[in-house]
């Protein structure tokens, strides 16, 4: 079965690092405003979930979450989240570490969303 949101091997070894660092984390797939729609990356406890936020899966060992409203516009996809060099949003721990996390995607097979289950 076909995971919503998965991870390559550099944003695995950027999470590793983050999580020995700071300790559990999570993330939250932005949807614009200040910093643009990148995943952000929090400490847990720093960043509030609401009613309209979905549990995608998680990545890492760690929890991977976005509004509502932007799932509507990803839901027929599989976030594949990777890590690069520079910096990245300004709010986000991996800012710090002077790597960012990016979001790329592919569209699901027919096959695939078949057996996907439905978050709404």
């Known amino acids: 079965m076909a995971e919503r949101v998965v991870a390559t091997e550099e944003a695995l070894k950027l999470i590793d690092l983050l999580k020995e660092r700071y300790g559990s984390i999570m993330f939250y797939q932005s ?67 002077e790597k960012h996390f990016i979001t790329d995607s592919r569209v699901f097979t027919d096959g695939e969303h078949k057996d996907i289950k439905t978050l709404l």
Do not use: N
């Not at 929890?63 to 990777?82: A, G, N, R, V």
């Open 31 to 97: 949807g614009g405003c200040c910093d643009g729609s990148v995943p952000m990356c929090y400490r847990d406890g720093d960043f509030r979930l609401g009613d309209s936020d979905i549990h995608l899966g998680e990545i890492g060992g760690v929890p991977f979450y976005m509004h509502k409203s932007q799932y509507e516009y990803w839901k027929h996809t599989q976030l594949i989240i990777d890590a690069k060099e520079g910096p990245g949003a300004a709010f986000s721990l991996d800012s710090i570490e």
